[in-house]
């Protein structure tokens, strides 16, 4: 065996010694692109990343997501699975002094070894403008293969001349299902993980560390490997004959109670229901209460504020017409900001829709209006509202008749714009409160003239004529 190999076989029996007395999450990384859970946008069986690791044409790249996503253990697979050699550090506790030590590493391994170096260095955003630079043309001559991993938008926090020597990949927070995927096998892998112990997870248990971990797949196993501790200690049983690790004991380990909500039950229901009465019922604190209850018990935020937005035209409407708005700006707010920062944008909202004026008569109109169209069928359009773009639709009547709104005081000319079958017909009936009082006094002046106006045809004012023919 060759002094490479002798030093290759000391560095593995090394690396494994430190594993066993790894935390569980350290020990459950998966060192191959089929074991790696979740993110097939980019290490899927299409994906062009996978295909670059696979064919040993590896390129450098930033991968940019939440903690616990899988980013070190992607940096580690692809080093891996091209036979590159792999350095690691933190731009917290590095500096330029130490980037110049892993370079001329870098330059003495390829020219001894002929093996490439790939350099991970993680919260990369964390280096100042001149230690990036330090990297700029060791990436851009190929001498290190440059992995760089942040939770921070990289357009911001890293030095564009990096970025674009960089592809950049977006890693989102892993799935429930991915997290679910990631304890299961930690339970049964008796290598690496607990099998051992022939530990059962009950489901709440097993809900619970999901939840509470956010996407955070090293925050789920840290809490389930407590949580068996918990489970197990002071037992006296045989390895092998197990033990269950019940919802107390996860409870226990996180250090946090489980709040009973179903999300897909009755559980579920009754927390919205109780969340829209509470809007309708213009009380802000029992609204803030029960969005913050659906919140810390895993409910989608995102469904939390399209039952807002809905509130703000079913329920507030026109007497307060900027409700709406307010609604949205919320759910854009936490689309861009996420939790735990975002949350305080849905209670915003959630506090405005309460106090706000209500009204419900558009959601009234609204129920009419498909009333009568099924039972009314497809009613021909009246021919003065009729669009005529041709000279025989003209000669036919189309649009003959129509009075310009423009041309008329207050922008307003009494026509029927209804079909001739439901002319008269009043839908929408605004409320007196709120905004929808003036709407409702404009309405009536309105349907007023209407009403006067009868067969008659109102001249133009003269102040109002349209001057275009």
């Not at 990631?182 to 489901?203: C, N, T």
């Not at 213009?282 to 609204?287: E, F, L, T, V, Y």
């Not at 706000?356 to 498909?370: E, G, I």
């Not at 036919?396 to 002319?423: I, N, S, T, V, W």
């Amino acid at each position: 065996m060759t002094t490479d190999g002798v030093l290759d076989m000391f560095e593995e029996a090394a690396r494994e010694s430190a594993e066993n007395a790894a935390p569980l999450a350290d020990r459950m990384r998966p060192r191959s692109l089929d074991a790696f859970t979740g993110h097939d946008a980019i290490v899927g069986p299409a994906a062009p990343l996978r295909k670059a690791i696979l064919e040993d044409r590896l390129f450098s790249a930033i991968l940019w997501g939440p903690p616990g996503c899988g980013k070190t253990t992607l940096a580690r697979i692809i080093a891996q699975e091209t036979r590159s050699r792999f350095v690691q550090f933190s731009a917290v506790l590095s500096g330029v002094k130490e980037i110049r030590a892993v370079i001329d590493g870098a330059r003495a391994d390829w020219q001894r070894r002929r093996k490439r170096t790939l350099l991970f260095v993680d919260e990369i955003h964390r280096f100042n403008k001149s230690q990036q630079d330090a990297f700029l043309h060791h990436v851009e001559n190929g001498l290190i293969t440059l992995v760089g991993a942040t939770t921070e938008n990289p357009s911001f926090e890293v030095i564009p001349a990096l970025v674009s020597r960089c592809r950049v990949f977006k890693m989102g927070a892993l799935s429930e299902d991915d997290l679910g995927r990631i304890i299961d096998r930690a339970l049964a892998d008796s290598e690496k993980g607990l099998g051992r112990m022939d530990l059962v997870l009950e489901a709440p248990a097993r809900d619970h560390l999901i939840r509470t971990a956010d996407g955070d797949a090293r925050t789920a196993l840290a809490n389930l490997e407590m949580a068996a501790f918990m489970a197990t200690a002071g037992a006296d049983k045989p390895e092998g004959e197990g033990g269950t690790v019940r919802l107390e004991d996860v409870e226990t380990a996180i250090g946090r109670k489980a709040l009973r909500y179903d999300k897909s039950g009755e559980g579920h229901y009754n927390l919205i229901s109780a969340f829209h009465k509470s809007l309708r019922g213009s009380d802000p604190d029992a609204a803030i209460y029960w969005l913050c209850r659906m919140l810390a018990g895993g409910e989608d935020p995102f469904y939390a504020a399209r039952r807002m937005v809905r509130f703000a035209s079913e329920d507030v409407g026109n007497a307060d017409p900027a409700a709406l708005t307010a609604a949205l700006n919320a759910m854009e707010a936490y689309r861009f900001l996420g939790s735990p920062e975002g949350d305080l944008a849905l209670v915003q909202a959630a506090a405005y829709l309460a106090t706000a004026p209500k009204s419900n008569r558009l959601y009234a109109a609204h129920n009419a209006v498909k009333k009568v169209i099924r039972e009314t069928g497809s009613l021909a359009v009246p021919f003065h509202i009729r669009n005529a773009p041709t000279g025989l639709m003209k000669e036919m009547g189309y649009g003959r008749g129509y009075r310009y709104a423009h041309d008329f005081q207050d922008a307003y000319a009494p026509q029927e714009h209804l079909p001739e079958k439901l002319a008269g017909q009043v839908f929408y009936t605004p409320s007196d409160r709120g905004e929808e009082a003036v709407i409702r006094r404009r309405l009536e002046k309105w349907r007023d003239l209407k009403a006067r106006a009868g067969e008659a045809v109102a001249e133009p004012a003269d102040n109002f004529r349209k001057t275009d023919g």
